[in-house]
């Protein structure tokens, strides 16, 4: 089976980036804190069910907000540099090399922290999409989308 993954980016205005900024600054005042929820996207049908969503939508990710359990000392994840996930005119994958032998290093470092296997990103991210059982539902996005009513090609 072969796969096709397309990556498409799209921008959103500056006024809207700080007016979430502004918002997660207040949320953050307040004593709330957030978690952005991905796996959403394994079931998008049983979520959409859910939510008694209409025609033409769907679900991306969810966004959890509420007060943190201060007693579980919480951990940001490192990310990935910008010089990876932004390419300006022209793609450089030696850049990307560099940077991501050290995120690699840290993301270990993390894992580890965590009590989870220490092992680094590239693994982890090769294991995410090496089959579709690995991919947890979201082999079927495609199918999902055409059924809320998406006209996908």
């Known amino acids: 089976m072969g796969w096709t993954i397309s990556i498409r980016f799209w921008s959103?205005?500056?006024t809207q980036r700080w007016r979430r900024r502004t918002r997660w600054c207040l949320w953050k005042l307040r004593g709330l804190g957030s978690s952005i929820l991905g796996a959403l996207r394994n079931q998008p049908e049983a979520v959409?069910?859910?939510?008694?969503?209409?025609?033409?939508?769907?679900?991306?990710?969810?966004?959890s907000v509420g007060v943190p359990?201060?007693?579980v000392p919480a951990h940001v994840k490192p990310r990935l540099p910008q010089s990876v996930v932004l390419h300006r005119e022209r793609y450089d994958a030696a850049a990307d090399r560099t940077a991501l032998t050290h995120y690699?290093?840290?993301?270990?470092?993390f894992q580890?922290?965590?009590?989870?296997?220490?092992?680094?990103?590239?693994?982890?991210a090769l294991s995410r999409v090496r089959h579709a059982d690995s991919?947890?539902?979201?082999?079927?996005l495609q199918k999902a989308f055409s059924k809320a009513g998406f006209a996908l090609m």
């Open 69 to 71: 359990d201060r007693s």
């Open 12 to 14: 959103v205005p500056s």
């Open 112 to 124: 580890r922290y965590q009590g989870l296997p220490a092992r680094t990103w590239s693994v982890t």
């Open 48 to 63: 959409a069910e859910e939510l008694g969503l209409p025609p033409l939508t769907t679900v991306a990710f969810g966004l």
């Open 135 to 140: 991919l947890h539902g979201r082999d079927r």
């Open 104 to 109: 690699d290093r840290q993301f270990a470092i």
